[in-house]
């Protein structure tokens, strides 16, 4: 079966532009994580959505958003992008949402702001 | 709170040679911890994970690792190294109350011919 799928996989934008990343996760899983991963910082969780709610959040500005479908698809989007926000983004999808179960990572997006 | 650390940026490691890339944890209650690979411009790929039972677990590509509740760690092995196991090893935990993982800062295995 598909894995969990990224679009797009390189993003080029200017300072203070806003972004949206897109996952489809893998058919049947109902959990969808994000975390950006950057050189200096590794891999940071950004948030979590299970069911279309959000039920976990990590320690980021409120530029980071996300939303989450009833197909299970999730988008993320970046407002007012700070060159900072250059990173590879991550999405795992999981079957169900709780800590045993294993999670499944996208390719990623690699965003660059310049 | 939660936290990951891997003591070691690099390992370099012999082809045939035994590998461990080592991990140590700090969580509340009991762990449930992971290990994923990362190629190149690629996302992550699990490894294996331990959640309870037999302290050794086996996972893809002929990894294992060995849990250690009096030490913390979750050290990962290999009995014979191959030039393709070369990449960034991460070591993952998720605790009593935490849903998202937090992850350690990764370790870059290099695998010499």
């Known amino acids: 079966k598909a894995g969990v799928t990224q679009t797009p996989r390189y993003l080029i934008k200017t300072r203070g532009q806003q972004v949206t990343l897109s996952c489809s996760p893998i058919?049947?899983?109902?959990?969808v994580s994000w975390y950006q991963q950057t050189p200096g910082q590794g891999l940071q969780f950004l948030f979590e959505?299970?069911?279309?709610?959000?039920?976990n959040k990590g320690n980021f500005p409120g530029r980071f958003s996300g939303r989450q479908f009833s197909n299970s698809r999730s988008e993320m989007n970046v407002s007012t992008l700070e060159l900072g926000d250059s990173a590879l983004y991550l999405c795992?999808?999981?079957?169900?949402?709780?800590?045993?179960?294993?999670?499944?990572f996208g390719s990623g997006t690699r965003l660059t702001v310049v | 709170a939660q936290s990951v650390a891997q003591p070691e940026d690099q390992v370099n490691v012999a082809e045939g040679n035994p590998l461990t890339v080592k991990c140590t944890y700090s969580?509340?209650?009991?762990?449930?911890l992971f290990w994923y690979v990362q190629y190149p411009n690629r996302g992550l790929q699990f490894l294996l994970k331990?959640?309870?039972?037999?302290?050794l677990v086996k996972g893809s590509y002929g990894f294992e690792a060995e849990f250690n509740k009096s030490q913390t760690s979750f050290h990962l092995k290999k009995p014979s190294a191959l030039v393709s196991d070369s990449a960034l090893y991460f070591c993952?935990?998720?605790?009593?109350?935490?849903?998202?993982?937090?992850f350690g800062p990764g370790t870059r295995l290099s695998v010499l011919p």
């Open positions: 959505y299970f069911s279309e709610t959000q039920r």
């Open positions: 969580v509340s209650g009991n762990p449930y």
């Open positions: 993952a935990v998720r605790g009593d109350g935490g849903q998202n993982f937090v």
């Open positions: 795992a999808s999981s079957l169900e949402q709780g800590r045993n179960y294993g999670y499944t």
């Open positions: 331990y959640i309870t039972g037999d302290n």
């Open positions: 058919s049947g899983h109902r959990s």
